[in-house]
């Protein structure tokens, strides 16, 4: 449990240092206002995100278990809504759509026992398809390394998580190194690595928006 608590922080860390990176993109105009909209927007859903997860381990209330399922949602379905923004732009309107959607989809729990799981792998593929769309309309090169380790993350995430129960069976050393531990670490990087994909495609855009304007 420790470690499981400890871990959040790193939520909190990677939400605060992209705030920051995107005050400073911002203030140089490497981005755009509306740009910034979603830069803070996910890094302080990370930042919440950690503080629920901590919540959740220290108290261990099932209101708390289900608050941080429910979170996990609007995380994937950011990443479709963010590729709609690069794509053509995305209005207040849908992105509430969206949201909305994504929120009530955990409603999916309560018609069957794999609901959550359902909800999660709809949104992974949501996820994956926003980013790989955008990525084709701007093919850089920049985008190839954190797309792949974003995904391989997402991956990680997933089945460390599932595996939690049955990795001790494997190894002693997953006693005290759970799964659900390394479901996080995976998790966070996962985080870091589509906020580096979306502000290399972000930066791309702008500056080739700025060429074509001069």
Not at 67 to 94: A, C, E, N
Not at 104 to 116: I, N
Not at 136 to 156: D, S
């Amino acid at each position: 449990m420790p470690y499981n608590a400890f871990v959040n922080i790193g939520y909190v860390i990677l939400g605060a240092f992209y705030c920051a990176k995107t005050s400073v993109a911002l203030g140089i105009k490497q981005i755009k206002r509306s740009d910034s909209f979603l830069f803070y927007t996910f890094s302080i859903m990370s930042t919440f995100y950690g503080a629920i997860q901590a919540v959740r381990i220290l108290t261990q209330f099932h209101r708390a278990a289900v608050m941080d399922q429910w979170y996990t949602l609007p995380f994937f379905m950011w990443v479709y809504i963010w590729s709609r923004h690069l794509d053509s732009g995305i209005g207040s309107k849908s992105v509430t759509f969206w949201t909305t959607i994504s929120l009530l989809s955990y409603l999916l729990t309560l018609v069957h026992k794999y609901g959550f799981e359902l909800a999660l792998a709809l949104h992974i593929v949501f996820a994956v398809y926003g980013a790989v769309t955008i990525y084709r309309k701007f093919p850089i090169k920049e985008a190839q390394q954190p797309f792949v380790w974003a995904l391989i993350c997402c991956i990680g995430f997933v089945v460390l998580k599932l595996l939690d129960l049955e990795l001790p069976k494997i190894n002693q050393m997953f006693e005290k190194i759970s799964g659900h531990f390394l479901s996080k670490i995976a998790d966070i990087f996962q985080i870091y690595f589509v906020n580096k994909y979306f502000e290399v495609l972000t930066l791309h855009k702008n500056d080739r928006e700025r060429k074509k304007s001069k």
